[in-house]
């Protein structure tokens, strides 16, 4: 083995050229592996945050006429006790109720959500999206949104009155204002504490839904089914993003798909060009190959030769690969930037993915020698010599 790889070491250091034009195409195909396969997985992060990152991902309502969860708090403490597929991060419970906010010749029809808090505030970050005043911390307080604030000519410390189906009048105070970041619900949502909502919709101690996210969020449904499972009320219904979002499912596949068919046909490229390469290295090397065999040297250590020359290859041409992905990762954040500054996509790095495409790298140039190895264990030394 020794001798294989001093020999390999050897024919490499012979053609510089020729070495660092594979090393070249090598590091080339891992970079755009790495890049490609980061900007994917970057691009789907910013996708899912976006559509689900702020919103529930399992959710457990009623199927009864009046929709109302009785029992909510023993619920929750059932699904915090259970061993899911994959830990929540979030458990929140929220009592939502229809209603009508009269203005001027208009009525607006609104959702007001009471919102368990602080629980809350892992799912929708309420806490965060204040830009002006604070929680509701007693009853009757609400927040209203900023394009509803602007539409209706609503301030801070002021007052709203709201319609509820029933024909009943309440009046809440404003003790804040939000942005959601999404003009429809900045538009149709009020949020309060549960006691509020309870209290507007008569709802007494009951909630509309219970709110969960997870940590894996493409394990929400397998965490939906066991939850289903273990509640088996056939009262309350066990929904999962994923079964409300086929489009963006379908989207993200698709994105996945076309990422594994780039990287495998840059592998099939690279693999390609390592073959040929190594085997007009056979042709040159022909010669001092047949005088080796004639001194004495066995089959199998030729085509080794060549295996370690495919290994060798595989090795520097991914660390440089590497490096040379990183710098288009550096590249591509400092300037394909928005108008405030901030990558257009967020790249996400997964060390994971970045070994996973060095060691497949590796893999193929090794193989691609095999072709060149098994030609060069086939060569008679007397023909060799005989032929020049």
Do not use: C, H
Request: glycine letters at 8%.
């Amino acid at each position: 083995m020794k001798l294989a790889l001093s020999i390999a070491f050897r024919f490499l250091s012979s053609s510089k050229a020729q070495t660092l034009l594979i090393i070249l195409g090598i590091a080339i195909g891992v970079s755009v592996q790495v890049f490609i396969g980061s900007l994917i997985q970057g691009l789907q992060k910013d996708l899912v945050n976006t559509t689900i990152g702020n919103s529930s991902q399992v959710t457990i309502t009623s199927n009864t006429p009046d929709r109302k969860i009785e029992n909510w708090q023993e619920i929750q403490e059932k699904v915090e006790s259970l061993q899911l597929p994959t830990p929540l991060t979030a458990l929140s419970a929220s009592a939502d109720v229809p209603v009508f906010i009269s203005s001027g010749d208009r009525t607006i029809s609104v959702l007001l959500r009471g919102l368990q808090f602080p629980q809350a505030n892992s799912i929708y970050g309420i806490d965060t999206r204040i830009i002006e005043g604070e929680l509701p911390k007693t009853a009757d307080e609400v927040l209203i949104g900023k394009d509803l604030k602007d539409e209706l000519g609503l301030q801070k410390g002021g007052q709203i009155t709201v319609i509820t189906p029933d024909r009943s009048i309440e009046t809440l105070k404003i003790v804040g204002v939000f942005d959601l970041k999404v003009a429809s619900l900045n538009k149709s949502w009020l949020i309060s504490s549960i006691a509020t909502s309870q209290g507007v919709g008569k709802l007494g101690d009951s909630v509309t839904s219970i709110e969960m996210q997870v940590e894996e969020v493409f394990k929400a449904d397998e965490d939906a089914t066991a939850i289903s499972s273990a509640l088996a009320d056939a009262k309350l219904d066990v929904t999962n993003w994923k079964a409300q979002n086929e489009d963006l499912l379908t989207g993200l596949n698709g994105q996945s798909v076309s990422s594994i068919m780039i990287q495998v046909f840059v592998i099939i490229a690279v693999s390609l060009g390592i073959a040929s390469v190594l085997a007009i290295t056979v042709v040159q090397k022909s010669r001092q190959i047949g005088i080796l065999k004639a001194m004495g040297l066995k089959d199998s250590v030729s085509s080794q030769v060549f295996l370690f020359q495919g290994l060798t290859l595989g090795i520097i041409g991914a660390v440089v690969g590497i490096a040379f992905g990183f710098l288009l990762i550096l590249m591509f954040s400092t300037f394909a930037v928005g108008p405030d500054g901030e990558p257009v996509v967020g790249i996400y790095v997964n060390y994971g993915f970045i070994m996973l495409s060095a060691f497949i790298a590796i893999g193929a140039s090794t193989i691609a020698a095999l072709v060149p190895a098994r030609r060069s264990s086939k060569l008679s030394p007397v023909e060799v010599i005989r032929n020049g």
